[in-house]
């Protein structure tokens, strides 16, 4: 008997087996699950838009234009501060060329197709169209002190969870610096515009990112990193967002990680962790073939002492597969050995996608999880997860018209 069966059962609990259920995991020549880390060949990108680029940057290509580089700060100031592309309200442009540089700089990224909306209209959940068709979504959330806008990284996924829904299709491509950045400035128009519902704020826009929609962002480091600068840059070079309301949430690519904490950027870092133990995370995420639990841990205590910031630990309870007390013990236990005060967790109900027969753990069971991790001394807090009745919520977003 597998440890974790003979554990379950001296809880008197059953021990499921995460396998896919009603979809086929892709697999590759060794018989695991697949990875995709890069793009399929000869993918391309979107043309090149002005949230690409640099001030600096900027401010060059118009001078390939002929035109002078304050030019470049106008421009931008029209798409981070007023989210505008239209020439037509950009007075300040010379009026003959209005037209041409607009056409240059904004290429159109993103299209709409499809907008939800639920909870009196406070969540909206965006389904966008790329250049060559692809399908991204994004979540918009009002909450009472802070809008909350959950981004797509890559179109798809290439790391293959069988409980998300995002990898039921593989990976497609990376997004471009600019197509992540555009979610934001297009969530600040419909804001701007009155588009979210619940108690109006004068001058409210999105305050807060989370890299949790589709994709694995640290499989795209360069322009996650890029679009992460950019949210943090002054306006107009870029939206001029706190460090700290941004967060890059992970399945654990260990090098990746220790790669953000050099990164002189503060923002959140989330580890989708879901498991302690190795038996039962090799089999929950792919991923962990590479990368063990203990190794991500310490890359996530290394992001902690690296940044000062306290890390987040994701761990969706899944009922009778990973919620049972052994493990929440097993977990504090891994925590605290690394020290105390550096992470918190944050347990999510599972969300059903389509073809999976788990269903999230009973309200007894997790209330008892999250007691085991508090009286262990680590903080938790269940995370309220909206936007399930438009399937947008966590590892619900699939992106099809
Ligand atoms: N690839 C990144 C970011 C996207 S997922 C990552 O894995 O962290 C955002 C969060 O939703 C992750 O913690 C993910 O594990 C979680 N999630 C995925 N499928 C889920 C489901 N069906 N129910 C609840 N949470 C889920």
Redesign the pocket.
Known sequence: MRISESRAKAEGRAQVRPTAEGWKQAMGDDGRPQLQFTAKARVSQPPVHLADLTLAERAEKLKELGLPGFRAKQLSVHYFQHYTTDPELMSDLPKDRRAELASVMFPKLLTEVKRLATDDGRTIKFLWRLFDGSLVESVLMRYSNRITLCISSQCG?G?N?P??ATGQAGLTRNMSTAEILDQIVQANRVIAEGGLGGQKHPEERVGNIV???M???LANYKRVMNAVHRMVAEAPEGLGMSARGITV???GLVPAINKLSEEGVPVTF?L?L?APDDELRDEMIPVNSKWKVDEALDAAFNYYVKTGRRVSI?Y?LIKDMNDHGWRADLLARKLNARGRGWVHVNP?P??P?PGSVWTSSEPDVTAEFIDRLESAGVPTTLRD?RGKEIDG????LAAAE
């Not at 919520?393 to 619900?396: D, K, S, W």
Request: charged content about 5%; some cysteine.
């Open positions: 996924c790391m969870c409980f998300c890299f949790m929609g994709g694995e962002p949430s992970t399945v989330a989708s879901h994701e969706a999510i599972l969300n996608t997860t919520a966590c590892g619900q």
